[in-house]
Every structure is written in C-alpha cells, then in structure tokens.
C-alpha cells in the first residue's frame, strides 16, 4: 500500500524512522519519504545511509504548527514518532515534555487535516497505562488526542495508535547503556530493582507492527502487540554472566513493572492472534464501528472483565538464552 506513495516521519532520525526508512525503501517503492526531525547532523549522518531520490529531509520541530503543515503538504501517510521520552529528563523538565509530546501531537493531528493526509499511527508507550511520570502522562494525552482527532477528521482522515514496550537496542534503553559499561569494564551492573521486569520488543518487530496496522485501521483504534517479558537481572545475566549486580533502586517516575492494556479498560479491549485493540472511550459521530473486525477480516474477541496485559505477570518471559538470541538478531551481541 505504501507504492507510490508520500510518507513524513516525525523524529525520522531517531532508532526507528531509521529502521521504518531501511525497511520502506527495502521492501516498496515510495513516491516520496519525508524524514521531519529538528537536528541537523543527525539528518546529515542520515543522508550519507539514505541518499535515494524519493529521500526528502526537513529540518523542524513538532512544536512549529506552520512549519509541519508545509512539510506535510501532498503527504499520504504520517507516523509521528517525535517525542521526549527520557523518564527522569521529563521529571526535571515537565513544560518542555508537555511542549513537545501534548502540544506536538496537537500541531501533527492540525497539520494533518488541512492537507487532507489519508492515514496517521502515533507512537506510544507502555507507560501510558496508568501513567505515573511525566513522559506517561504527556503520551497518554496524546493519545487521547490523536483519537478523538476522527471526529474533527469527519472520515476524511484516519488516526490510530501504536502502544508497544521497550524497544531492544533503541538509544537511551538499558541495552545500550549495560554494553558501554561492560566495555569500559565494569565490575558490576546497576540494577534499579531486582524484580523490576519490561515488555520487549525488536526495533524491526515494531516497525514491522506500525507497517500491518496502517492496513489494520479505521481510525480510533490503540493497537497493541503480544510481545514477550524480561527480568532486568536475566537481561544483565545475558549480556554479562560474570559481573555482579548493583541495586541502586528505582528512578524519578520509573515503575516497577509495565502496563499495556490496563484492567479498567477490559470492557474495550479485543483479543485479536497477534495483538491487542484498545477501542475508543468516546462515540465517533462520522460512523459506528465496534472494531471486532479489523479492515484485514482479522476478527477479534472481547477480553474477561478486569483482563490486564502487565509485564509482570505476561505468559511470556524470555530466557536468558532468549535474550541473548533477541539481542544477536538485534545486533546488540555478537
């Protein structure tokens, strides 16, 4: 669906505007694909990977409503994947958090409209659910805003959302973070909590997510996929068997465990094979849809009253051989 066609990414130089330009250009042939992001190095060092003809890059900020809807002028398809998501950052500095992820999610859903885009999925988070931190908080506004954004669309335009868990390998996860201190060797790993697990995901599995459910949607709908847990302690004793660990306890805003479809939203949740649909709080006045039936004829179920998707009790955990088959897939590992 996506031949001939004109996509924006917003934080299109981040780890997965990356990985969703690696595999658009891989996989079909875009009319055009605007990378929209605010650093101009990080679109520099872009260009030197992704230097094809349909490659356009625009340097701006979600924050610039004028600015978005010129960028978005001819655009098909939107993924908004700009945002700060560095929990203890947006503790510390709450406006520029609500600046960019509410006030920016409100420029990108206004931008849309007036260039009559077809379809938007917004980037979420697990922190969402029942947020307690800032950054939670400012995405589960967003959300909300990107789906009551169908009803001032009136059909025209289709707004979802992708809620998905820690991202393998992505820049700021604890990936990263533990293999630059066992390379500077380090005699032990810090643990905030030794029972403090998260749901994980590959960059590729949810590019791969994002790519099936712009085919999936009507518009409204939180999309959620079933993906496995981790322990934090079985991730550090993947990636470094022989080093201790050090608690060093929980961060500002950090939770113990996640949430991705919260108990008391059981009453809109569906069970489809593969994923989760959270369907909308609010009636849409365009149409009536009760997204049992996907635009794909997948069909799904309504949960038990008071089902919750939480990563500390998930069905499933990865070993610790697991992990390590995840992060060599992701090339974290060798």
């Known amino acids: 669906m996506f031949n001939n066609k004109s996509i924006l ?6 780890s997965f505007g990356k990985q969703y330009v690696r595999t658009i250009l891989s996989r079909f042939q875009p009319k055009r694909i605007v990378v929209y992001s605010r650093d101009e190095l990080k679109q520099f060092e872009m260009q030197q990977e992704f230097d094809q003809p349909c490659m356009r890059y625009f340097i701006g900020d979600v924050r610039d409503k004028e600015r978005l809807t010129q960028a978005m002028n001819g655009i ?5 994947a700009a945002a700060l998501k560095q929990v203890p950052a947006a503790e510390y500095n709450p406006m520029e958090c609500i600046k960019t992820n509410i006030y920016g999610a409100e420029n990108v859903i206004y931008a849309s409209l007036q260039n009559n885009v077809d379809r938007v999925i ?3 988070t697990d922190k969402a659910a029942n947020p ?4 939670g908080a400012t995405k589960l506004a967003s959300d909300k805003l990107f789906v009551a954004a169908n009803n001032m669309a009136g059909g025209t335009t289709q707004f979802s959302v992708v ?3 820690n991202v393998v390998g992505s820049r700021g996860s604890v990936v990263p973070f533990f293999k630059k201190l066992i390379a500077e060797g380090a005699e032990s790993l810090p643990i905030t909590d030794e029972h403090m697990t998260r749901f994980w995901i ?5 590019v791969d997510f994002v790519l099936k459910n712009f085919e999936r949607m009507y518009g409204g709908e939180i999309f959620v996929p079933k993906i496995p847990s981790v322990k934090i302690t079985d991730l550090a004793k993947a990636m470094a068997p ?4 050090k608690i060093i306890g929980i961060r500002p805003g950090e939770k113990l465990h996640e949430i991705m479809c919260p108990a008391d939203d059981s009453h809109l949740t569906l069970e489809f094979d593969d994923h989760y649909v959270l369907r909308p709080t609010i009636r849409f006045t365009a149409r009536n849809n009760d997204f049992v039936e996907n635009c794909l004829g ?6 038990k009253p008071g089902f919750e998707y939480h990563s500390g009790n998930n069905a499933q955990f990865l070993t610790v051989e697991q992990i390590k088959e995840v992060n060599k897939k992701a090339g974290i590992s060798e």
Do not use: C, M, W
């Open 9 to 14: 990414i917003t934080g299109g130089t981040g």
């Open 76 to 80: 098909d398809f939107v993924i908004h």
């Open 122 to 124: 917004a980037l979420s």
């Open 132 to 135: 307690i931190n800032l950054y």
């Open 163 to 165: 809620r998905y868990g």
């Open 202 to 206: 590959t960059l590729q599995q949810g």
């Open 242 to 245: 022989n080093l201790p660990h």
């Open 298 to 303: 997948e069909k799904g179920e309504p949960v």
